[in-house]
C-alpha cells in the first residue's frame, strides 16, 4: 500500500488523536487460487455414525437426533455436508440460526420450508410441526439445524420434541453447534432413546499432513512448508485452508517464519486486509447484513459504486463468499458466506459510525423490499444503529430512536401473539428505553404478567395507572388496575383489596376496552369466590367471563372459561356437567390455536 503521512487526527468516539496516513494506491502482487480442495480427511468414523444412524431411521420409520459439536473451523458444515451427498431418495431442508435479534425464533423452520412446505415466519408451531412430518410421509426427511447454540430456548424445545415424538416418519435431525451449547442447554439430547452426539476435535498429525499435501498439489508450495503450517494450524481444518491459501496467493512474499498471521481470525482479517478496496467495502457491508446477504441490498448500501457485480464474482472467486441457491426474499439474488468466522471478522473491521449508518441504511431496504415480513430482523438493525450512535455520540437521533421503538414494539407483539414472552418482554422493554410512552410500558409490564414476574408487573403496572390517570386514559387505567388486583390476589393473598381494584377496574371499564382486561377483572372475582368456598358467586363471574368472551369472538378466552366452569363442577363432584363442558373447551382451544389453553384444558380432561 502506497500512503502519504497526514499526521494526527481526531476520530469520533477517541478522545486522543490517532495518527492517519491516507492510502493512495494498493499492489496486488499476488497471484488469485480460484479453488482449494481434498477430500474429507479423518473424519470416515464419524461421517459411518451418521449413514449408520440414517439406516436405522429409514428401517425402523423414527426419528433420531444427530448433534455435532465443534469448534469453529473444525469441520462440522463440511461433515455434513458429506453425509448429504450420500443420500438418494430423501428430502434435506437446511435452515441457520442467526446470531441476533429477538422474536426470529422458528427463522430456520421457516427458511427450511418456506418453499418446500409453505410454512411462513410467523405461522403456529404446531402447523410447522405437521407440515415437516407431512414431508417425511413420502420419503425420508433430513433436517440440518446451523449454529443452534444461537437457538432460543423454544426452537431447542421443538427440535428435542420432534426427535422424541414423531412416530412411523423417517426423519433424521442433524444440529449443528459450538460446545458452548451445553453451557445454557447442559441436558441437550440427555435421557432420549434416539439422541446422538459426535463431537469433533482438531485433525492428529498425520490427518492434518494428509489435508496439507491435498491442498498444495495444486499451488505451488513445496513440500517443505508442511511443517510450519502444521505447527501453527493445530489440526484445525479451516486454519490449515486458509494459511495454504494466504501461502500460494502471496506467490513466496509471505512466509510463516516472517510474520504470517498465527492465529485464525487474524488470518482472515490479512486475507480481507490484502483485498482491492471496493471488494473490502462490499464484504464488510455484506456481513453487516448476515450469513446470507442479497445483492440488491448491497448495491443499496454501496451508492458510490457504479456496480457491484464485478466485485462480488471476484470474492465468490476468493472463496469468501458462495452463491445462495434460494433466496428468502422473491427477486433477489442471494449469497452467503463460506464460513461465519469469516462474516464474523469482516463485520469487526468495521468502524462504529460505519456499522450505525449501514445498519440504519439496511434496515430501510428491508422496509422496502420485505415490507413487514422480515420485521423482527429489520428491528435488530434499527436497534444496533441506536445503540452505536448513543454509544458514539451520547444519544440517539430522535427520528432514528422514533423509527426503532415503533419496529420493535411491533416485534414485540408478534412475540406475544406467538406466546414468546420472555422475547416479547425483551422487545417491549427496549422500545420504552428509545422512546417511553404509556402503551409501551403496559405493553412490558403485560409480557411480565404472562411470565409470572408478579414482582415487576407491581412496579410498572402502578406507574402505567399513574401515567394512564394523568393522561386521562380509562382503558389504560381499568388494565392495569385487573393487573394489580391478580398481583393482591396471588402475591401478597390480600382478597379485600384485590376485591377492591377488579371492581374498580370493572367499574371504570369503557366499552372499547380490551376484551382480556374486562375478564382478568373477572377471573380476580372467581378466585376469590373459590378461595372463600362461595361456588355460587364464582360461577356468576365465570358465565360473565364466558358470555364476554364468546360475543368478542375469543375462542381462546371462551376455552379458558369454560375450564373454569368444569373445575367448579369438579369441585363439586357434579362430573356429568363437566365432561360435556370439557368437550366443548377442547373443540375451542383447538379452533383458537393457543398452546397455553390447550394445555389447561387437556390438564382439565386428566384430572376428570
Known amino acids: 500500500i502506497e500512503v502519504e503521512d497526514v499526521g494526527p487526527v481526531q476520530v469520533r468516539g477517541r478522545e486522543e488523536p490517532i495518527w492517519a496516513?491516507?492510502?493512495?494506491?494498493?499492489?496486488?502482487?499476488?497471484?488469485?487460487?480460484?479453488?482449494?480442495?481434498?477430500?474429507?480427511?479423518?473424519?470416515?468414523?464419524?461421517?459411518?455414525?451418521?449413514?449408520?444412524?440414517?439406516?436405522?431411521?429409514?428401517?425402523?420409520?423414527?426419528?433420531?437426533?444427530?448433534?455435532?459439536?465443534?469448534?469453529?473451523?473444525?469441520?462440522k458444515s463440511r461433515l455434513a455436508r458429506e453425509f448429504l451427498d450420500t443420500l438418494e431418495g430423501a428430502t434435506v431442508l437446511q435452515g441457520r440460526c442467526l446470531p441476533y435479534g429477538e422474536g426470529i425464533t422458528y427463522w430456520p423452520l421457516a427458511e427450511m420450508v418456506k418453499v418446500s412446505a409453505g410454512i411462513h415466519d410467523d405461522e403456529p408451531v404446531r402447523e410447522a410441526f405437521d407440515k415437516l412430518r407431512a414431508l417425511a410421509e413420502p420419503q425420508p426427511l433430513v433436517l440440518v439445524f446451523e449454529d443452534i447454540h444461537w437457538a432460543e430456548e423454544p426452537l431447542l424445545e421443538l427440535i428435542e420434541h420432534l426427535a422424541e415424538y414423531v412416530r412411523d416418519a423417517p426423519l433424521i435431525i442433524i444440529a449443528l453447534a459450538r460446545p458452548e451449547l451445553l453451557e445454557v442447554r447442559p441436558s441437550w439430547g440427555g435421557g432420549r432413546l434416539r439422541s446422538a452426539a459426535i463431537e469433533l476435535e482438531p485433525l492428529g498429525d498425520a490427518e492434518a499432513e494428509q489435508l496439507i499435501d491435498a491442498l498444495i498439489a495444486g499451488t505451488t508450495l513445496g513440500q517443505e512448508c508442511r511443517a510450519e503450517i502444521l505447527d501453527v494450524t493445530e489440526g484445525n481444518p479451516l486454519f490449515v485452508e486458509e494459511t495454504v491459501r494466504m501461502l500460494a496467493e502471496s506467490d513466496g512474499a509471505m512466509s510463516i517464519a516472517t510474520g504470517m498471521p498465527n492465529t485464525l481470525q487474524a488470518l482472515i482479517a490479512a486475507r480481507i486486509d490484502r483485498l482491492p478496496a471496493a471488494e473490502k467495502r462490499l464484504i464488510q457491508r455484506a456481513a453487516l447484513i448476515g450469513r446470507i446477504f442479497w445483492e440488491g441490498a448491497l448495491t443499496h448500501l454501496s451508492p458510490e459504486l457504479d456496480e457491484i457485480s464485478p466485485q462480488l464474482e471476484s470474492l465468490v472467486m476468493r472463496e469468501l463468499v458462495l452463491p445462495e441457491t434460494r433466496s428468502s426474499i422473491s427477486g433477489e439474488r442471494a449469497y452467503k458466506f463460506k464460513h461465519v468466522l469469516i462474516r464474523e471478522v469482516a463485520?469487526?473491521?468495521?468502524?462504529?459510525?460505519?456499522?450505525?449508518?449501514?445498519?440504519?441504511?439496511?434496515?430501510?431496504?428491508l422496509r422496502e423490499r420485505a415490507g413487514e415480513e422480515l420485521l423482527e430482523i429489520r428491528a435488530?438493525?434499527?436497534?444496533?444503529?441506536?445503540?452505536?450512535?448513543?454509544?458514539?455520540?451520547?444519544?440517539?437521533?430522535?427520528?432514528?430512536?422514533?423509527?426503532?421503538?415503533?419496529?420493535?414494539?411491533?416485534?414485540?407483539?408478534?412475540?406475544?401473539?406467538?406466546?414468546?414472552?420472555?422475547?416479547?418482554?425483551?422487545?417491549?422493554?427496549?422500545?420504552?428505553?428509545?422512546?417511553?410512552?404509556?402503551?409501551?410500558?403496559?405493553s412490558a409490564a403485560r409480557a411480565a404478567q404472562r411470565l409470572g414476574d408478579m414482582q415487576a408487573v407491581a412496579v410498572e403496572m402502578e406507574k402505567v395507572r399513574g401515567l394512564a390517570v394523568e393522561q386521562g386514559s380509562k382503558k389504560l387505567e381499568a388494565t392495569a388496575l385487573a393487573a394489580l388486583?391478580?398481583?393482591?390476589?396471588?402475591?401478597?393473598?390480600?382478597?379485600?383489596?384485590?376485591?377492591?381494584?377488579?371492581t374498580q377496574a370493572l367499574e371504570i371499564l369503557p366499552d372499547d376496552a380490551p376484551i382480556g382486561a374486562k375478564i382478568e377483572a373477572l377471573n380476580v372475582r372467581v378466585q376469590i369466590a373459590n378461595w372463600i368456598g362461595d361456588h355460587e358467586t364464582a360461577e356468576k363471574y365465570l358465565r360473565h367471563v364466558l358470555e364476554?368472551?364468546?360475543?368478542?369472538?375469543?375462542?381462546?378466552?371462551?376455552?379458558?372459561?369454560?375450564?373454569?366452569?368444569?373445575?367448579?363442577?369438579?369441585?363439586?363432584?357434579?362430573?356429568?356437567?363437566?365432561?360435556?363442558?370439557?368437550?366443548?373447551?377442547?373443540?375451542?382451544?383447538?379452533?383458537?390455536?393457543g398452546v397455553l389453553v390447550k394445555a389447561a384444558v387437556l390438564e382439565r380432561c386428566g384430572n376428570l
Open 380 to 442: 435488530f438493525h434499527l436497534d444496533r444503529a441506536s445503540s452505536l450512535l448513543a454509544e458514539l455520540d451520547g444519544s440517539t437521533p430522535a427520528d432514528l430512536a422514533v423509527e426503532a421503538a415503533e419496529a420493535l414494539e411491533a416485534a414485540g407483539r408478534r412475540s406475544m401473539a406467538r406466546e414468546s414472552f420472555t422475547t416479547a418482554r425483551k422487545l417491549f422493554l427496549r422500545s420504552v428505553e428509545l422512546e417511553p410512552n404509556v402503551q409501551r410500558r403496559w
Open 21 to 75: 496516513w491516507r492510502a493512495l494506491s494498493a499492489y496486488d502482487r499476488g497471484t488469485r487460487i480460484s479453488t482449494l480442495q481434498a477430500s474429507l480427511v479423518g473424519r470416515d468414523i464419524e461421517l459411518s455414525l451418521l449413514e449408520n444412524t440414517y439406516t436405522r431411521v429409514v428401517r425402523d420409520r423414527r426419528a433420531h437426533l444427530v448433534t455435532i459439536f465443534g469448534e469453529p473451523g473444525v469441520g
Open 548 to 593: 364476554a368472551a364468546h360475543d368478542a369472538g375469543r375462542k381462546d378466552l371462551e376455552a379458558s372459561a369454560i375450564q373454569g366452569l368444569a373445575s367448579l363442577y369438579i369441585t363439586k363432584l357434579d362430573l356429568d356437567a363437566a365432561r360435556p363442558l370439557l368437550e366443548r373447551g377442547r373443540e375451542l382451544a383447538e379452533e383458537s390455536d
Open 485 to 502: 388486583a391478580e398481583v393482591a390476589l396471588y402475591t401478597q393473598a390480600d382478597l379485600p383489596r384485590a376485591k377492591e381494584l377488579a
Open 347 to 365: 463485520y469487526g473491521g468495521l468502524s462504529k459510525s460505519a456499522r450505525a449508518a449501514q445498519h440504519a441504511r439496511f434496515a430501510a431496504w
